[in-house]
């Protein structure tokens, strides 16, 4: 939590609910690190280039997401899925 303001816009974090906080800040790392991967633009900011919707954490959901850099704007689906106390995430388009 010390962190999410270094890879999250402040409208992503007022989203997240209190009760589940850690894991939906999870799922954000993983999900911008997966789209990152997916599409590798260089001179990137996970914060202002890799957005996420609001979403209600579940342990396995799936979550709107955009990656934005001049004018480049690409949609994905993010699905994650929380296991043994990792988080995964995966994009598709």
């Not at 894991?23 to 001179?43: G, H, P, R, T």
Request: proline share 2%.
């Amino acid at each position: 939590m010390k962190i999410e303001h270094k890879f999250m816009e402040k409208s992503e974090i007022s989203g997240l609910k209190p009760d589940n906080k850690i894991q939906s800040l999870y799922v954000n790392w993983c999900a911008k690190e997966a789209m990152y991967k997916a599409f590798n633009i260089k001179d990137f900011d996970f914060k202002d280039n890799f957005r996420l919707e609001t979403f209600d954490y579940l342990s396995c959901g799936k979550v709107p997401g955009k990656i934005m850099q001049g004018d480049l704007e690409k949609k994905f689906t993010i699905h994650y899925n929380e296991f043994d106390g990792y988080m995964t995430a995966w994009c598709a388009e």
